[in-house]
């Protein structure tokens, strides 16, 4: 009976990071909105004022670089939780020491 609760209690816990892992994609997803946006409103931009051009690209991919970043973040954290996930880690030192 103990080892079920054991294993019950494993697949929780990979359950759980898996959930979080998709969470932590989520981030991506409003990365690829906003860049879509600023690059649209980048192109209404050089369409009204043709001479501003090299200003308004540079600080669109400026702007990009820095919201790419928070995509980047949630992207590490997700391949954490799902491959090196320490909340299973520390489950199994814990479980090793009850026996």
Known sequence: ???????????????????????????????GISEGLAAGKAAEAVARQPEAKGEITSTMLVGCALTETSGIYGFII???????????TAFESFVATLK
Not at 79 to 84: E, G
């Open 1 to 31: 009976m103990e080892n079920e609760a054991i294993v019950q209690s494993a697949a929780l816990i990979l359950g759980l990071s898996a959930i979080s892992a998709s969470v932590a994609m989520l981030p991506a997803v409003a990365t």
């Open 78 to 88: 997700a391949l954490l939780l799902l491959f090196v996930n320490p909340f299973f």
